[in-house]
């Protein structure tokens, strides 16, 4: 499979971004610092980064699907996608599960990322192949999400589209409404700049320098990252505070 570093680079930048933000948000759950993370820097920063994330993977679904639309049936690769997202969508129940267990119920996670990515690759099957119908219907999900985003409800139910409830602050919260939105501007971009799975514009050759591979690694991995950086942080600082407190 062809890969194009520029978008392991960008998901390896989130990855990185990610984590110091999730350091942060940890070092304060655990009282070493005391940071408002409901606005300013610290609430534009990870919407930025989640932003990245979903528009990452509304390309790479456009190169995916120009890969294997050759040869493979259109059930086939409905069948991959749709494998795909409950996967993803399981691997989000998991989070829920350990959020619930380390965290009240106004901060559990109980639809981050994980749930919209895997959402997402299911709603998205049948947009794959459009272009400018992507991006029309980005604007309309940005702006419901948006409205939507004023009010507060008190049931959770539909949280997962975008009916946020009162009082819940949890550390990843991504509803489809407007977040979906990211993902099939994605696409959009995927299917213009990669039209065939091939990139319309040139790029220096910087892919062998030392700090691109790394940030290319990190992209390729950054599934395992994700999954795996949250209890490694939140063990070690919480070793750190227990030993401060003998």
Same mark, same amino acid.
């Given at each position: 499979?062809? @890969?194009?570093?520029?978008?392991? *680079?960008?998901?390896?930048?989130?990855?990185?971004?990610?984590?110091?933000?999730?350091? *942060?948000?940890?070092?304060? =759950?655990?009282? #070493?610092?005391?940071?408002?993370?409901?606005?300013?820097?610290?609430?534009?920063?990870?919407?930025?980064?989640?932003?990245? #994330?979903?528009? *990452?993977?509304?390309?790479?679904?456009?190169?995916?699907?120009? @890969?294997?639309?050759?040869?493979?049936?259109?059930?086939?690769?409905?069948?991959?996608?749709?494998?795909?997202?409950?996967?993803? &969508?399981?691997?989000?129940?998991?989070?829920?599960?350990?959020?619930?267990?380390?965290?009240?119920?106004?901060?559990?996670?109980? =639809?981050?990322?994980?749930?919209?990515?895997?959402?997402?690759?299911?709603?998205?099957?049948?947009? %794959?192949?459009?272009?400018?119908?992507?991006?029309?219907?980005?604007?309309?999900?940005?702006?419901?999400?948006?409205?939507?985003?004023?009010?507060?409800?008190?049931?959770?139910?539909?949280?997962?589209?975008?009916? @946020?409830?009162?009082?819940?602050?949890?550390?990843?919260? &991504?509803?489809?409404?407007?977040?979906?939105?990211?993902?099939?501007?994605?696409?959009? %971009?995927?299917?213009?700049?990669?039209?065939?799975?091939?990139?319309?514009?040139?790029?220096?050759?910087?892919?062998?320098?030392?700090?691109?591979?790394?940030?290319?690694?990190?992209? @390729?991995?950054?599934?395992? %990252?994700?999954?795996?950086?949250?209890?490694?942080?939140?063990?070690?600082?919480?070793?750190?505070?227990?030993?401060?407190? %003998?």
């Amino acid at each position: 499979m062809k @890969r194009y570093w520029e978008i392991d *680079v960008l998901r390896g930048s989130a990855i990185i971004a990610m984590i110091i933000f999730h350091t *942060v948000y940890i070092l304060s =759950f655990l009282g #070493f610092v005391d940071f408002d993370l409901h606005s300013g820097f610290w609430w534009v920063f990870p919407r930025c980064i989640a932003g990245t #994330f979903l528009l *990452v993977v509304g390309i790479s679904l456009t190169l995916s699907y120009n @890969r294997i639309k050759q040869t493979q049936s259109k059930i086939k690769i409905i069948q991959k996608y749709l494998l795909r997202g409950l996967i993803l &969508l399981f691997l989000g129940l998991i989070i829920t599960l350990g959020s619930f267990i380390m965290l009240d119920r106004e901060r559990c996670v109980l =639809f981050g990322i994980l749930h919209l990515i895997g959402l997402s690759i299911i709603l998205a099957i049948p947009l %794959i192949p459009l272009k400018w119908i992507n991006l029309v219907a980005g604007f309309l999900v940005l702006v419901a999400g948006f409205i939507l985003g004023m009010y507060r409800f008190e049931f959770f139910w539909l949280l997962w589209l975008g009916f @946020r409830p009162a009082n819940y602050y949890p550390v990843d919260y &991504l509803p489809l409404l407007p977040w979906f939105s990211f993902v099939l501007f994605g696409i959009f %971009i995927g299917n213009f700049v990669y039209k065939e799975n091939k990139r319309v514009f040139p790029l220096p050759g910087i892919d062998n320098f030392f700090l691109i591979k790394g940030l290319c690694i990190l992209g @390729r991995y950054s599934l395992y %990252i994700y999954l795996a950086h949250i209890p490694v942080i939140y063990g070690i600082l919480l070793g750190i505070k227990f030993l401060y407190e %003998i």
